[in-house]
């Protein structure tokens, strides 16, 4: 019984991990393919390092397998916001189906600073509204 849950642990690590490789190919811009990879490619390699944990079941393995699952849920969202504020940053085309972009109205791209959500949130106090005038 126990072969056939590590089985399937394996084809399922291996089916995200190729949607994540997929993802990579086929999305149309930094975002989307960044959020495909660290998705799909995280839970993969979660589900493969389980199999691993109960093929062994070794006390050392399970221990570095449960390590490795923490070390990638840990840094491949961190990684992946940093890439793709790096790509936002430095000018990456967005998709031309982006519907929202919160970044934009809180980015300088002459001095590359960003501006508080304090600040915005007072800057938009201070503007008078169509409906104040009335």
């Given at each position: 019984?126990?072969?056939?849950?590590?089985?399937?642990?394996?084809?399922?690590?291996?089916?995200?991990?190729?949607?994540?490789?997929?993802?990579?190919?086929r999305?149309?811009?930094?975002?989307?393919?960044?959020h495909?990879?660290?998705?799909?490619?995280?839970?993969?390699?979660?589900?493969?390092?389980?199999?691993?944990?109960?093929?062994?079941?070794?006390?050392?393995?399970?221990?570095?397998a449960?390590?490795?699952?923490?070390?990638?849920?840990?840094?491949?969202?961190v990684?992946?916001?940093?890439?793709?504020?790096?790509g936002?940053?430095?000018g990456?085309?967005?998709?031309?189906?982006?519907?929202?972009?919160?970044?934009?109205?809180?980015?300088d791209?002459?001095?590359?600073?960003?501006?508080?959500?304090?600040?915005?949130?007072?800057?938009?106090?201070?503007?008078?509204?169509?409906?104040d005038?009335?």
């Open positions: 019984m126990i072969e056939f849950v590590k089985q399937g642990l394996i084809l399922s690590g291996a089916i995200f991990m190729f949607l994540a490789s997929l993802g990579l190919l999305l149309p811009d930094l975002l989307t393919r960044m495909a990879t660290t998705k799909a490619a995280t839970l993969g390699a979660t589900l493969i390092m389980l199999a691993v944990a109960l093929h062994f079941a070794d006390v050392a393995m399970v221990t570095r449960f390590a490795i699952i923490i070390f990638i849920m840990m840094t491949a969202p990684a992946a916001h940093v890439i793709g504020r790096a936002y940053f430095v990456a085309k967005l998709w031309s189906g982006t519907v929202k972009d919160e970044l934009r109205p809180n980015y791209p002459l001095t590359h600073e960003l501006k508080s959500g304090q600040e915005t949130a007072a800057n938009a106090a201070r503007q008078p509204r169509d409906d005038a009335d």
